[in-house]
T-cell receptor
Framework: GQSLEQPSEVTAVEGAIVQINCTYQTSGFYGLSWYQQHDGGAPTFLSYNALDGLEETGRFSSFLSRSDSYGYLLLQELQMKDSASYFCALNDYKLSFGAGTTVTVRA | GAGVSQTPSNKVTEKGKYVELRCDPISGHTALYWYRQSLGQGPEFLIYFQGTGAADDSGLPNDRFFAVRPEGSVSTLKIQRTERGDSAVYLC?????????????FGPGTRLLVL
């Protein structure tokens, strides 16, 4: 089976940088995805790592190290609208999600 | 274009009743997924359709749950003899071809409450 661990909550101020770590155990996967979900909303895709290293998409970056079974999502220049839950997920045609990290951005 | 839509957005039912939840995927997407999300948890995989057929139903919790996609577009998740533990948000997602590394596009979900 698959299991993923990520912190339950992170709080930061506007303009700050937040890193959400994700460690996983799996027998095999194709890549690590990150999704954002606002309260009551649909999960929306943020970033994907098929290979080790850093992927940058605007203010968001994601990193994967397969040898360490570890990844992270980096949120830069935090804005109030970034307050949401963030999920890491292992890709294997279906997604296996972590429990999510609630990010709260304070003014 | 239109995204994934799900109806109803909310459903309240009584224990023991039957419910149907509908998903309209993005037009042209052959892959369709159902997930269930309990409060404070990440989505949990239920079933994956490739076209009209269920390619993987390993996540369905028991035989009270069933899903169909008869024409390869709209899908219906059916729950018989509902139990209070079935209360959750049921999410549908679609992707263009079901490729291992494709982005999945999620609908807003149906919030099911079993009283």
């Amino acid at each position: 089976g698959q299991s993923l661990e990520q912190p339950s909550e992170v709080t930061a101020v506007e303009g700050a940088i937040v890193q959400i770590n994700c460690t996983y155990q799996t027998s095999g996967f194709y890549g690590l995805s990150w999704y954002q979900q606002h309260d009551g909303g649909a999960p929306t895709f943020l970033s994907y790592n098929a290979l080790d290293g850093l992927e940058e998409t605007g203010r968001f970056s994601s990193f994967l190290s397969r040898s360490d079974s570890y990844g992270y999502l980096l949120l830069q220049e935090l804005q109030m609208k970034d307050s949401a839950s963030y999920f890491c997920a292992l890709n294997d045609y279906k997604l296996s999600f972590g429990a999510g990290t609630t990010v709260t951005v304070r003014a | 274009g239109a995204g994934v839509s799900q109806t109803p957005s909310n459903k309240v039912t009584e224990k023991g009743k039957y419910v149907e939840l509908r998903c309209d995927p993005i037009s042209g997407h052959t892959a369709l997924y159902w997930y269930r999300q309990s409060l404070g948890q990440g989505p949990e995989f239920l079933i994956y359709f490739q076209g009209t057929g269920a390619a993987d139903d390993s996540g369905l919790p028991n035989d009270r749950f069933f899903a169909v996609r008869p024409e390869g577009s709209v899908s219906t998740l059916k729950i018989q003899r509902t139990e209070r533990g079935d209360s959750a948000v049921y999410l549908c997602a679609s992707s263009p071809t079901g490729g291992y590394q494709e982005t999945q596009y999620f609908g807003p979900g149906t919030r099911l409450l079993v009283l």
